[in-house]
Each structure stands twice: as structure tokens, then as C-alpha cells.
């Protein structure tokens, strides 16, 4: 259940942020949306595995440089997204986990 939530309705979750912060800037494609997911899923899953003392560190910056770099938009929208993003993954997994059951 967590992969669906993951590939499935994170993006989706991304597509309303953007929609809401930048609705006239940059790009809200499904397929650009999933794979700035499945990357922000990488890589905190190989910083966790092999830098786990600097992935609070690594994954937030990296997750701000990949929205910003494919969603083009700026800056101060892109930090304020990942930060939306971040807050929504970690109390929505745990939601989902009790509707789906």
C-alpha cells in the first residue's frame, strides 16, 4: 500500500501544491510530477542507506533543486512546496494507511 501512495497519489499531492503556489508558472504534468517523486524517493533512500547522518540534510535540498530544475518555477515557491510536500507525506501515509484499512 505504501508504493501506491507513493507513485500513485504523491504526485498527485505535488500537482495540487503546484497548483495552488505557482497556478501560471511552470509545468503540472502527471509524468513530470511522478518521476520529481520517484527521485525525491531515491534519494532519500540512498542517503538514508549510505549517509544517514547528513540525509536530513541531503533530501530536503535535493528535493527543492528537483522541483525547482523540472517544475521551473522559482525559488521561494519551490522551498515552500518541498516544505508543503514533506508535512503532507508525513501525516498522509499514516492517513491513507487508516482509510485504505
Do not use: H
Amino acid at each position: 500500500m505504501i508504493a501506491l501512495y507513493q507513485f500513485l497519489i504523491a504526485p498527485l499531492i505535488l500537482w495540487v501544491i503546484l497548483f495552488l503556489l505557482a497556478r501560471n508558472r511552470g509545468t503540472r504534468e502527471f509524468s513530470t510530477l511522478f518521476f520529481v517523486c520517484v527521485g525525491i524517493t531515491v534519494i532519500s533512500l540512498v542517503a538514508s542507506i549510505y549517509l544517514p547522518d547528513f540525509a536530513i540534510i541531503i533530501v530536503p535540498v535535493a528535493s527543492v533543486l528537483l522541483i525547482q530544475k523540472f517544475c521551473y518555477i522559482g525559488w521561494v515557491r519551490s522551498i515552500v512546496a518541498a516544505i508543503l510536500y514533506f508535512v503532507v507525506l508525513a501525516f498522509g501515509s499514516a492517513l491513507f494507511e487508516r482509510i485504505v484499512r
